[in-house]
């Protein structure tokens, strides 16, 4: 079973009441029904610390850290994947970022961000450094206003892919267990070639599986 975190959503009421929601865009269902059409997926609330007695009693193989706020803007949000994060390496699980995913897990790790412009709500090429789903060159999306220079990846990941500005959009570990993308592989019409491969690469890890076993 795959575990993949959410957004925190605050919800106004007519009376001023304000209620907080965690949230995932129906993209995602949809696609990891496609890449990983036998395994059942787990929406992880936001409970801060807490979080990794809830995992472990569900039994999870993997997670995803998904997109949406900037680190440092919701500190449960942050809490409850430094805590996941943390409980899977100790647990020997692998863990695929998207986007705020991605840098979650390069500052966890020691790295750093920096501001990027030119990566809002476009698509551009990125250039892999070996071939994935045939070809070392791929088109993305891009919805992220904060980047990471190859000198600002974390000790013990290494770069994948890089945007035409040298920025790193993909990284993974040496063993693979870790990885992570800039770009968003769910809101794709249909899953792409690379991001299905990637993913399965990683996670497939966590139930037997290589990313061509599937």
């Known amino acids: 079973m795959l575990g993949i975190t959410m957004r925190v959503m605050r919800h106004t009421y007519s009376g001023g009441a304000v209620e907080e929601r965690d949230a995932l865009a129906r993209d995602w269902p949809r696609f990891l029904r ?11 609330p936001n409970m801060g610390a807490e979080i990794t007695g809830f995992a472990a009693g569900a039994g999870l193989t993997g997670l995803i850290f998904s997109g949406g706020e900037d680190w440092g803007l919701v500190p449960e949000r942050d809490a409850t994947e430094a805590a996941l994060f943390a409980w ?3 647990a020997g699980l692998p863990v695929f970022g998207v986007c705020r995913g991605a840098q979650a897990i390069n500052l966890l790790m020691g790295g750093r961000l920096t501001g990027c412009d030119g990566h809002v709500a476009v698509r551009h090429a990125v250039e892999l450094a070996r071939p994935v789903a045939g070809s070392p060159r ?7 206003a904060q980047g990471i220079l190859r000198g600002g990846l974390a000790p013990g990941l290494e770069a994948l892919a890089l945007a035409p500005d040298g920025t790193v959009e993909a990284f993974t570990s040496a063993d693979g267990r870790i990885a992570a993308v800039m770009w968003h592989p769910e809101r794709e019409a249909q899953p792409a070639p690379l991001d299905t491969a990637l993913l399965r690469a990683c996670l497939g890890r966590g139930f037997g599986e290589t990313a061509g076993e599937r």
Not at 34 to 44: I, K, N, T
Not at 138 to 144: D, L
């Open 34 to 44: 496609q890449v990983f059409p036998q395994e059942p997926v787990l929406y992880l």
């Open 88 to 90: 899977a390496r100790e």
């Open 138 to 144: 791929h088109e993305v999306n891009s919805f992220h």
